[in-house]
């Protein structure tokens, strides 16, 4: 059984972000996963997958707080923040490494580290990935945004992706980005394997058909838009798809 999750303070430069953490039973020292949440911030939803992922798996896991300052702007203020941080998606890995690099120097870490992100929360993962970050073993997109304005160039990426999509994601086509303006393009999956395979990523894609966005998440129809809706199936097999590919890679 995990202890009940803390708080857990880190830096990215000026900023204090206040992230939760949530430690495995025992004293040994386990792989850390770093868990993004989706745009509606720290929640129960993010801090319940991080309790998933001590108790069912054994990791230690941390949930980043991405907007900083524990402050969530929102909704649906929220979606113009999460439009400027995908299109600087350097200021975005930045911003997720110094979650990934304060769990690395948690006692009960050993170094090996993934991270799984939802919706915006994948993006983040993606960003971080492409970015070239070298200490992310692993990472886990669930439904998440896809598009960048900067592809991963080839033979920087040197973690493992598992994306786990809605086939009937709406995100992921030709429209604007969520709606949300910017000069950032939504990206199909079709696009977003291309952009994999032209860089050499080991990236594994699971597209599960007539799912849309949002698919873990049981509080859905909160975010007001329409193609997003919780499947209790797609949630599950998803969930096991990256239990094993952890298994592999952690």
Not at 121 to 137: I, P, Q
Not at 143 to 160: D, I
Request: net charge negative.
């Amino acid at each position: 059984m995990a202890k009940t999750d803390e708080e857990f303070d880190y830096q990215d430069g000026d900023i204090t972000c206040k992230g939760r953490l949530v430690l495995p039973s025992g004293n040994d020292p386990r792989p850390g996963v770093v868990v993004f949440p989706d745009i509606m911030g720290i929640g129960e939803h993010s801090l319940g997958r991080a309790h998933r992922l001590a108790e069912e798996l054994g990791y230690v896991a941390l949930v980043a707080d991405v907007y900083g300052n524990g402050i969530f702007p929102g909704f649906p203020d929220a979606q113009d923040v999460v439009a400027s941080w995908i299109s600087k998606p350097r200021d975005l890995a930045r911003r997720a490494a110094a979650a990934l690099n304060a769990l690395k120097r948690h006692p009960r870490c050993n170094g090996h580290l993934g991270a799984i992100g939802f919706c915006f929360g994948g993006a983040t993962v993606l960003a971080l990935a492409r970015s070239g970050n070298s200490d992310l073993r692993a990472g886990v997109s669930f439904h998440g945004v896809l598009a960048t304005p900067e592809a991963a160039a080839p033979g920087a990426v040197s973690a493992k992706l598992l994306v786990c999509h809605g086939a009937d994601d709406p995100f992921a086509g030709e429209a604007p980005l969520m709606g949300l303006g910017g000069d950032v393009k939504s990206k199909t999956l079709g696009e977003f394997l291309e952009e994999m395979s032209a860089a050499g990523v080991d990236c594994q894609v699971i597209a599960y058909a007539g799912i849309v966005h949002a698919f873990t998440i049981p509080h859905a129809d909160q975010f007001g838009t329409e193609g997003a809706k919780y499947d209790e199936v797609a949630d599950a097999r998803s969930w096991k798809a990256m239990a094993s590919f952890f298994n592999e890679v952690l």
